[in-house]
C-alpha cells in the first residue's frame, strides 16, 4: 500500500476522543480541511494522543 501526503490547510473543529467497548483502543481524531496533491477534502485526522492531536493545525503533514 502507497503512502501519500495530505497536508492540512485548516482545523475545523477541537480534537474528538474517540474510546471503543472495549476500553482497550482509544484515539483522537481532529476534524480538517486537507490538500492531497492538488484534491480538497474535509477529513478527520486521526492522533494516537491528545498531544498529537494538539499539534495539528495548518500546514501540518501526515501520511495516508
Known amino acids: ?5 495530505h497536508h492540512v490547510i485548516e482545523v475545523l473543529g477541537p480534537p474528538e476522543r474517540r474510546e471503543w467497548d472495549d476500553g482497550a483502543v482509544k484515539c483522537w481524531l481532529v ?7 492538488g484534491q480538497i477534502e474535509n477529513t478527520k485526522v ?19
Open 31 to 37: 476534524p480538517a480541511r486537507v490538500d492531497c496533491y
Open 1 to 5: 500500500m502507497n503512502l501519500i501526503e
Open 46 to 64: 486521526f492522533c494516537s494522543t491528545e498531544e498529537e492531536a494538539e499539534q495539528v493545525r495548518a500546514g501540518y503533514v501526515y501520511l495516508a
